[in-house]
């Protein structure tokens, strides 16, 4: 699986990509991370001087007022061109994704469905007041939002889908069955000690957890997972 992130602070999300799983299968080869910043993408003003480093503008005013600024529609598409330039593979499958809070909810039946019906996938990260809407018209891209909540920028959204439509990936995980979704899991998880002290209180694990009775253990999980 490849993704291809066109944002402008690719930085934002490096880090986050640098370690733990995500590190270790881009290291393996099972996924690919790429990033295309629109800016790359903006025409050098020839009346600029050839030693002077030029602005690379992306955004401007909205039309019909309003408070922030829009980022233009030529140096989205551009990236988009550049990415999919970058895919060599002719039957390569390519789902374009541009984030917005009404967009279509994402969960993990989507994940799962990406993963397995797309090998490469451009996340459109907006910023400011959006993203001139003629991009998504133009691109036929798919609107998809991780919350009912607005974000600064699209990033945040971005790592989200990159992480969780790489666990789908197998070989991404340790052990595939570990995946929460696929087993009865429940938010209550314990360890060692059996019993902990804190504060002048013992707090104890669940006695069914250390039964030994996986039945009931299972149906503790889905009572849980339920609640």
């Known amino acids: 699986m490849v993704f291809h992130i066109i944002t402008l602070f690719p930085e934002l999300l490096s880090g986050y990509l640098s370690d733990s799983i ?4 881009i290291s393996e080869k099972k996924v690919s991370v790429k990033f295309y910043n629109p800016r790359d993408f903006v025409k050098v003003n020839k009346s600029q001087k050839a030693k002077e480093k030029p602005y690379l503008r992306v955004d401007d005013k909205p039309y019909g007022g309003g408070p922030g600024m829009v980022i233009e529609a030529l140096p989205i598409l551009k990236a988009v061109e550049g990415a999919k330039a970058k895919i060599k ?6 789902k374009t994704i541009f984030f917005s809070p009404g967009g279509k909810k994402f969960d993990t039946a989507y994940a799962k469905n990406v993963s397995k019906k797309f090998t490469d996938i451009i996340l459109i990260c907006g910023r400011y007041e959006g993203i001139d ?3 998504k018209k133009i691109l036929k ?5 991780v919350g009912d909540f607005v974000l600064t920028g699209g990033e945040i959204p971005a790592m989200i889908l990159i992480d969780s439509i790489s666990r789908q990936i197998e070989g991404v995980l340790g052990n595939f069955d570990s995946r929460e979704e696929e087993r009865v899991a429940s938010s209550e998880v314990y360890t060692r000690p059996e019993v902990l ?6 707090y104890k ?9 996986h039945k009931k253990i299972e149906e503790w999980r889905g009572k849980k997972f339920s609640a």
């Open 133 to 135: 809407a003629r991009v």
């Open 89 to 94: 593979n002719q039957k390569a499958k390519i």
């Open 141 to 145: 891209a798919e609107e998809v939002s």
């Open 22 to 25: 995500l590190a270790r299968a």
């Open 205 to 213: 694990v669940p006695k069914v957890l250390l039964s030994g009775n």
């Open 197 to 202: 002290e804190y504060k002048g209180k013992k």
